[in-house]
């Protein structure tokens, strides 16, 4: 296997050459198993076991545990049994808080170039999941990609491309259908200057399916229910496939919730707001009603959606309670806000007439 093809760029080559004597073997990891990894290396695709040391660092540290993307080196021979001694430095992660450790992240995949929003242009489509998606990517530092599929099943697809892709700029959008093949080349083409792609979104919009046109490999798929369009669950754990004209794609799972981590910049998703708000006359303006607020005017004068607003503030707050489970300062400081709101209330009560 050239591992150059799988995504090894010049400088972790170095990395490892520098820091490991001779003997490792340098590897990247295609799938988690009960106790390690499935690796694929030059000597081909290998199962191998967590090193002691590095098994007690992920107990406590579950971030160090290897995921699907990462470069790892391995110690021993694929005859009589293969650990993983250390996963080298991760570039360009994917992670969401982790609903098992609150206050940290879970690393999803590691070593991305680009990340593949799949999203059904049927029942699935959803203009707010779409941001949630933008945004969680985005503020991992990552760039985005969108895919919109089942092209072939609507009629009328143009006002809902062309509305995915206002909200998706500056990132790609394309349309794609499994079944008449239309758009598929055109994605193909936009991803060959990223090496390794990772594909999210929800059941059954057709992440697998792609998988298979993009890579030929064989992975399970399943129709979506009729009643209702949901997907069903066919992907049940994260793997990276080779692709023919090089690089990699990783299919995930469909995330049953898309949640920001904690550090989350809302300002490349919510371009327009970020703009509006640097005209407000108060640089801490909340855009609740201050005076001289940008952004309250511009929704005044239709030429900002309310819904567009109320997604960012949605966002925003969801952001501030992931960085206050981070900072005890900033944690303190949420409490006290709290409270200052609930006096300010509970004394406009005092001062309402009775009613009569």
Not at 80 to 96: K, P, W
Not at 256 to 279: H, K, M, N, Y
């Amino acid at each position: 296997m050239d591992l150059a093809r799988l995504g090894l760029s010049a400088d972790l080559q170095r990395q490892f050459s520098e820091h490991w004597p001779s003997g490792r073997i340098l590897a990247r990891v295609v799938a988690r198993t009960a106790d390690g990894a499935l690796c694929v290396g030059d000597q081909g695709e290998v199962r191998a076991s967590l090193a002691g040391k590095l098994r007690h660092q992920a107990q406590s540290d579950g971030a160090l545990w290897p995921v699907v993307g990462d470069w790892v080196a391995l110690r021993g021979e694929p005859t009589t049994g293969l650990v993983i001694e250390m996963v080298l430095e991760r570039q360009g992660v994917l992670a969401r808080p982790d609903p098992e450790r609150p206050g940290l992240n879970e690393v999803l995949v590691a070593n991305v170039d680009l990340v593949l929003v799949v999203m059904g242009l049927d029942q699935d489509f959803n203009l707010r999941r779409l941001e949630r998606y933008l945004a969680m990517i985005r503020a991992n530092g990552l760039r985005a990609a969108v895919a919109l599929t089942k092209l072939d099943l609507i009629a009328a697809s143009e006002p809902l491309v062309l509305a995915a892709e206002r909200l998706a700029t500056p990132a790609l959008v394309h349309a794609v259908s499994a079944v008449s093949g239309e758009g598929v080349d055109r994605l193909r083409q936009s991803m060959s200057k990223s090496p390794t792609i990772a594909l999210i979104g929800s059941s059954g919009v057709g992440k697998s399916t792609l998988v298979h046109l993009l890579t030929g490999a064989e992975v399970a798929t399943q129709p979506t229910r009729l009643a209702d369009g949901r997907g069903r669950h066919t992907t049940v754990g994260h793997h990276l496939h080779p692709r023919p004209d090089g690089g990699c794609l990783i299919d995930t799972p469909g995330l049953r919730s898309v949640a920001l981590p904690a550090g989350s910049d809302l300002g490349d998703t919510f371009i327009e707001i970020g703009t509006l708000a640097g005209s407000c006359r108060f640089s801490d303006c909340r855009h609740q009603g201050e005076p001289g607020c940008a952004v309250q005017a511009a929704m005044a004068a239709g030429s900002l959606d309310s819904d567009r607003l109320s997604a960012y503030r949605k966002l925003e707050r969801e952001a501030r309670r992931q960085d206050a489970k981070q900072d005890p300062q900033l944690r303190a400081a949420e409490r006290q806000q709290t409270r200052k709101w609930a006096r300010e209330i509970r004394q406009e009560l005092k001062l309402r007439p009775p009613r009569r």
